[in-house]
């Protein structure tokens, strides 16, 4: 019964929060997983320690730069690592793909020293990859110094930089799975005593309808942090919490994620089928019309009308050929006069160049004239040769 009312009372959470959100947190921030879409900000930019969600991209570097068949030996580094651990012995030998459960469901911070080991080729390479990747996500505020969120005063993150991250790491499958999980068992190890159950620390998966991911972390310096994801009727949000109070972290997460589904719906504003405009091709054998290559969405407050307006960027000339698909310019999408989005217009169907208008064509058809003329020529000297030659022959005669 003391189970069954603390786990009520966890769920309790989710269902009170659809008003405007007001966590205990220092920093937060809620997206629309798909687009990137801010509903929510507090303190997007303000550096903070993120602990162990600094994991999610250690996972990611991982799925994407290793093996998850790999063997892989742990290091002497990864033992005796402090905070949460699995307890890994030196020597001891797991696949990459269990060492990434226990690094994403128990938080073990000697499986992210040995997975980064063995990623990066050592732990200060493979952290250099993680800078790089962020970077190439556009992560471009924030700084990693280890592979675990371990507490280091050049280990930082804003709100907005984890949500960054996060909506790529929920873009891979593997890592979609493994953050999904609620339970995991290892193969068993040489110490029949060593842990080898998993249980996700992650409460939101038992407590949140729809919740799908992704990763808890706390240390002293950083309070309590965690990114959370959930989806409804095929629309995934992102709610990440930094610094917050402790025993408030997944109420504030359950909050910002009831305020984007019960306040925001999607709606779609462009279609890629839609033609927007029609532009004259010089030289071409027709026009052409220009289409989105992506559809667009957009998350509005529920009581808001979408009037967007929209605005037609364009090349001033396009001249032929134009291929199907090519950019030709691009749609502009305002709402209450704020930018929500560009899209790309590319050419609906390939446009051809007229004949007439290549010089190749006036060199051919100057040829076929030449050689027209230049046989006339020869039949007509050819023909008052006979001709000379019959008069000739009469003469002699």
Same mark, same amino acid.
């Given at each position: 019964m003391v189970?069954?009312?603390?786990?009520? /009372?966890? /769920?309790?959470?989710?269902?009170?929060?659809?008003?405007?959100?007001?966590?205990?947190?220092?920093?937060?921030?809620? *997206?629309?997983?798909?687009?990137?879409? *801010?509903?929510w900000s507090r303190n997007p930019d303000q550096h903070m320690y993120p602990?162990?969600?600094?994991?999610?991209?250690?996972?990611?570097?991982?799925?994407?730069?290793?093996?998850?068949?790999?063997?892989v030996t742990v290091p002497k580094e990864a033992q005796g690592v402090e905070g949460s651990s699995l307890g890994?012995?030196? $020597?001891?030998?797991?696949?990459?793909?269990?060492?990434?459960?226990?690094?994403?469901?128990?938080?073990?911070?000697?499986? !992210?020293? !040995?997975?980064?080991d063995h990623?990066?080729?050592?732990?200060p390479a493979?952290?250099?990859?993680?800078?790089?990747?962020?970077?190439?996500?556009?992560? *471009?505020? /924030?700084?990693? !110094?280890?592979?675990? $969120?371990?507490?280091?005063?050049d280990h930082y993150v804003t709100a907005r930089d984890m949500a960054i991250i996060t909506r790529a790491a929920m873009a891979n499958p593997v890592f979609r799975e493994i953050v999904a999980t609620r339970y995991y068992t290892l193969p068993p190890r040489s110490d029949p005593k060593a842990q080898v159950d998993l249980v996700n620390h992650n409460r939101l998966l038992w407590t949140y309808p729809g919740?799908?991911?992704?990763?808890?972390?706390?240390?002293?310096?950083? $309070?309590?942090?965690?990114? !959370?994801?959930?989806?409804?009727? $095929?629309?995934?949000?992102?709610?990440?919490?930094?610094? /917050?109070?402790?025993?408030?972290?997944?109420?504030?997460?359950?909050?910002?994620?009831?305020?984007?589904?019960?306040?925001?719906?999607?709606?779609?504003? *462009?279609?890629?089928?839609?033609v927007v405009v029609r532009l004259p091709v010089r030289f071409g054998v027709s026009g052409v019309d220009l289409v989105p290559r992506a559809s667009f969405s957009y998350d509005f407050p529920v009581s808001a009308s979408p009037d967007v307006e929209r605005r037609v960027v364009t090349d001033q000339t396009v001249t032929a050929p134009v291929r199907q698909g090519q950019i030709l310019g691009e749609l502009v999408l305002d709402?209450?006069?704020?930018?929500?989005?560009r899209v790309p217009l590319v050419a609906a169907r390939t446009v051809p160049r007229q004949l007439y208008t290549d010089w190749f064509f006036w060199v051919i058809v100057a040829l076929v004239a030449a050689s027209a003329v230049w046989l006339s020529t020869l039949a007509y000297v050819s023909r008052r040769r006979r001709i000379f030659g019959v008069r000739y022959r009469l003469r002699r005669r």
């Open positions: 189970l069954a009312c603390f786990f009520l /009372s966890l /769920s309790a959470g989710p269902v009170r929060a659809a008003a405007v959100p007001d966590p205990a947190a220092k920093a937060a921030m809620l *997206v629309d997983a798909a687009s990137g879409q *801010v509903l602990a162990s969600i600094t994991k999610i991209l250690t996972a990611l570097v991982a799925i994407e730069k290793g093996d998850l068949n790999d063997v890994l012995r030196a $020597g001891e030998t797991f696949t990459l793909k269990n060492l990434l459960y226990a690094l994403l469901l128990d938080s073990a911070n000697d499986s !992210a020293v !040995a997975i980064a990623v990066g080729g050592s732990v493979f952290v250099q990859m993680m800078n790089d990747e962020a970077r190439r996500l556009g992560a *471009v505020d /924030s700084h990693f !110094a280890n592979p675990h $969120g371990l507490y280091d005063p919740a799908v991911g992704v990763k808890t972390g706390y240390i002293v310096a950083s $309070g309590e942090t965690l990114v !959370a994801a959930a989806d409804r009727d $095929g629309r995934e949000l992102i709610a990440v919490v930094l610094d /917050s109070v402790p025993g408030q972290t997944f109420s504030d997460a359950a909050g910002l994620l009831d305020y984007g589904f019960d306040r925001f719906a999607r709606r779609e504003i *462009v279609g890629t089928n839609q709402w209450q006069g704020t930018e929500i989005g």
